[in-house]
């Protein structure tokens, strides 16, 4: 059976070169958090001050 090939133009190779190189850059500034981290940050919060019990700084 022959191959399928597709032609991909320069325009689109280019934008998803810059695309890959912008979130490598994006991830050396914010590094993706680790999976520990992230469920720590999903646990349940037990104090939280809003509404009637929110007190605005005067």
Request: cysteine-free; overall charge positive; glycine content about 6%.
């Amino acid at each position: 059976m022959g191959e399928v090939i597709r032609f991909v133009p320069k325009s689109e190779r280019e934008r998803a070169r810059l695309i890959r190189e912008a979130r490598a850059i994006y991830d050396g500034i914010f590094p993706p958090a680790d999976p520990v981290s992230e469920q720590q940050d999903k646990a349940p919060v037990s104090h939280v001050a809003s509404g009637a019990n929110a007190h605005p700084h005067r």
